[in-house]
């Protein structure tokens, strides 16, 4: 019975603090979680990392060629990109490859009267296309044999493209390409110059030869001359392989041929050659023939200079210092425009010669690419180094148009940045760059220097901003220099000879070690001559130590003083070896 009660007290104990706890759950009601939902996390998205985007710096004062379009606007071929300029209002469109072109260096330029601007380039896709404001680019896959186009020659209703082993034709209408090579008869290579006669006939110059297209066949002839005296052949000799300089159409409508051996004139289906015996050197090229408005022909030959065609002979014309005329281009009016390698322009309005030059008129360049006449009496004159010069003679007035600022166009080996942000570039020469326009010292005569500036071969910026550089003097010619390294504190120039205690040769490499020694590798590139060695720079005098004091000769190309090893003391030539020595001395 006490067991039982026991047990029984037990179960009224439970059931009590269970009824309490129950009581006391109603009173304070435990909160509930809200109920789950099907709404997904959201995936973070990342953060589109944006496109480079590049400045181009190119001359596009470098002027190649020059065509104008319907609407009268110029399109200039340079070196840096096309330009498409309103001369009048002095707008203009610069296209590069950061602007659409595939290449930036353009040779020639060409308008078709379907209104397209087409242009040779550099690169794997060198015939471009411009049309509804797209560049295009032919290859390969649109039936244009890869050949390397060289001249364009637009005609009617089509274009004839000069390759290096082919000439193409572009049908206009039919958007296609028809390729000629030697299987088609054609000789030689390097295609251009074309002339197309008002009948359809095609003449077009070779590395050898003239050939001609006539009811569909390709024809060809050796159009040189010269003199031999091998065994029993002695004297003259026609129909000698000569390289096709320029062919052009008379008034009467026979074909005149400028070549590398004297010329060369076909009518009525006979070939006569011009030689000594008709007053041309047959040891120069005859580079061009033109007609003035009167149907006299003149000639220009390479280092004679200007000729006119008279009497069954060429005559010369004494204008002194023009002996490298290149190429004449005739107006509108039939007079006769002739471009030089260096010494400007003549215009001739015969018998009266008038020379454009940068001293007589302000001419951009004396140098001349090319010569564009235009139908409102003005003529440009294309500069490969300075842009365009727009001549008016009716008002005598010249202006020039540049766009490129003077950027340099050649091989740039080295970047400096000064402390201000002025950049230093070496150029084949060099240049400056503030942040808005660009300074060419390499073509610039600067009195202590000359031209050594177009001669750099090293440079290096010192602690207090002042330029140092190393220079080549094994040049020839007019860059020929006794300068071996310059220096620019900002305001002066300083230069340094063998006269300061240097040696002869090329100043390859400079550094500073941390104790202000300046250091440079010099190396003498002279055919035969194997010497080569260092200077060095303490309190403004110079100490050297060459391969005739035990320097190796292996001709090193750079140097680094160590900044870890005690002040000065370790000098170290790539590809070649490392020297250690007490400061200033091996």
């Known amino acids: 019975m006490v067991r039982y009660k026991t047990s029984f007290l037990l179960l009224l104990t439970i059931i009590f603090l269970t009824a309490c706890g129950s009581a006391a759950n109603k009173a304070t009601p435990t909160p509930t979680e809200p109920p789950a939902t099907n709404t997904p996390i959201p995936t973070p998205t990342a953060t589109?990392?944006?496109?480079?985007?590049?400045?181009?710096?190119?001359?596009?004062?470098d002027v190649n060629d020059l065509t104008v379009d319907e609407a009268g606007q110029v399109w200039a071929?340079?070196?840096?990109?096309?330009?498409?300029?309103?001369?009048?209002?002095?707008?203009?469109?610069?296209?590069?490859?950061?602007?659409?072109?595939?290449?930036?260096?353009?040779?020639?330029?060409?308008?078709?009267?379907?209104?397209?601007?087409?242009?040779?380039?550099?690169?794997?896709?060198?015939?471009?296309?411009?049309?509804?404001?797209?560049?295009?680019?032919?290859?390969?896959e649109d039936n244009l044999l890869n050949h390397g186009p060289r001249v364009l020659h637009p005609t009617e209703g089509g274009l004839w493209i000069g390759c290096t082993y082919s000439v193409a034709y572009f049908d206009l209408d039919l958007e296609t390409f028809t390729n000629y090579t030697k299987e088609d008869g054609l000789e030689g290579t390097g295609f251009g110059p074309f002339l197309i006669e008002p009948d359809g006939k095609v003449w077009v110059g070779s590395s050898t030869a003239v050939n001609w297209l006539e009811d569909g066949t390709w024809n060809s002839k050796?159009?040189?001359?010269?003199?031999?005296?091998?065994?029993?052949?002695?004297?003259?000799?026609?129909?000698?392989?000569?390289?096709?300089?320029?062919?052009?159409?008379?008034?009467?409508?026979?074909?005149?041929?400028?070549?590398?051996?004297?010329?060369?004139?076909?009518?009525?289906?006979?070939?006569?050659?011009?030689?000594?015996?008709?007053?041309?050197?047959?040891?120069?090229?005859?580079?061009?023939?033109?007609?003035?408005?009167?149907?006299?022909?003149?000639?220009?030959?390479?280092?004679?200079?200007?000729?006119?065609?008279?009497?069954?002979?060429?005559?010369?014309?004494?204008?002194?210092?023009?002996?490298?005329?290149h190429f004449i281009e005739p107006d509108p009016l039939g007079n006769l425009w002739?471009?030089?390698?260096?010494?400007?322009?003549?215009?001739?309005?015969?018998?009266?010669?008038?020379?454009?030059?940068?001293?007589?008129?302000?001419?951009?360049?004396?140098?001349?690419?090319?010569?564009?006449?235009?139908?409102?009496?003005?003529?440009?004159?294309?500069?490969?180094?300075?842009?365009?010069?727009?001549?008016?003679?009716?008002?005598?007035?010249?202006?020039?148009?540049?766009?490129?600022?003077?950027?340099?166009?050649?091989?740039?080996?080295?970047?400096?940045?000064?402390?201000?942000?002025?950049?230093?570039?070496?150029?084949m020469g060099l240049y400056t760059f503030d942040g808005t326009a660009w300074q060419d010292y390499a073509n610039r005569n600067i009195p202590v220097l000359g031209k050594a500036l177009s001669s750099v071969y090293s440079m290096l910026l010192g602690p207090d901003d002042t330029l140092w550089i190393g220079l080549y003097t094994?040049?020839?010619?007019?860059?020929?220099?006794?300068?071996?390294?310059?220096?620019?504190?900002?305001?002066?120039?300083?230069?340094?000879?063998?006269?300061?205690?240097?040696?002869?040769?090329?100043?390859?490499?400079?550094?500073?070690?941390?104790?202000?020694?300046l250091w440079a590798l010099i190396n003498k590139q002279f055919i035969g001559s194997d010497l080569t060695g260092v200077a060095w720079m303490q309190d403004g005098q110079w100490s050297t130590y060459t391969s005739e004091d035990g320097f190796p000769s292996e001709k090193p190309r750079d140097l680094v003083v160590d900044a870890n090893v005690p002040s000065g003391s370790a000098l170290v030539m790539s590809a070649c070896c490392a020297l250690t020595a007490p400061t200033g001395r091996f």
């Open 222 to 325: 050796f159009i040189g001359a010269t003199y031999v005296d091998i065994g029993q052949l002695k004297g003259l000799v026609d129909d000698f392989e000569a390289k096709v300089l320029s062919i052009t159409r008379a008034p009467d409508g026979s074909i005149w041929f400028g070549t590398e051996k004297g010329g060369a004139r076909y009518a009525n289906g006979t070939w006569s050659y011009f030689t000594s015996q008709q007053g041309i050197y047959l040891s120069k090229e005859l580079w061009d023939i033109e007609f003035d408005a009167r149907g006299t022909a003149w000639g220009v030959q390479h280092g004679s200079g200007l000729y006119h065609y008279q009497y069954g002979r060429w005559w010369w014309e004494e204008i002194p210092s023009v002996h490298y005329i």
């Open 77 to 140: 071929a340079t070196n840096g990109g096309i330009i498409q300029w309103n001369l009048n209002s002095g707008d203009f469109s610069h296209f590069h490859r950061g602007s659409g072109l595939p290449q930036n260096a353009v040779y020639d330029i060409a308008y078709t009267s379907d209104g397209s601007i087409w242009a040779i380039a550099g690169g794997p896709t060198p015939l471009l296309r411009f049309r509804q404001g797209e560049w295009i680019a032919y290859s390969t």
């Open 474 to 517: 094994s040049s020839y010619g007019d860059y020929r220099n006794d300068k071996l390294i310059a220096a620019w504190d900002g305001e002066s120039w300083t230069t340094y000879t063998t006269e300061d205690g240097l040696f002869e040769g090329d100043c390859t490499a400079l550094d500073f070690a941390p104790d202000g020694t």
């Open 48 to 61: 589109p990392t944006p496109e480079p985007v590049f400045s181009y710096y190119m001359n596009a004062d």
């Open 338 to 427: 002739f471009g030089t390698r260096e010494y400007g322009v003549l215009y001739l309005d015969d018998p009266d010669i008038t020379w454009y030059t940068v001293e007589t008129s302000g001419l951009a360049s004396d140098e001349i690419a090319a010569i564009l006449p235009l139908e409102d009496g003005t003529t440009l004159v294309a500069h490969p180094d300075a842009g365009i010069s727009r001549i008016n003679r009716e008002e005598s007035t010249l202006r020039t148009y540049q766009v490129g600022g003077g950027v340099p166009s050649r091989t740039i080996s080295e970047i400096l940045t000064a402390s201000d942000g002025t950049l230093w570039v070496d150029a």
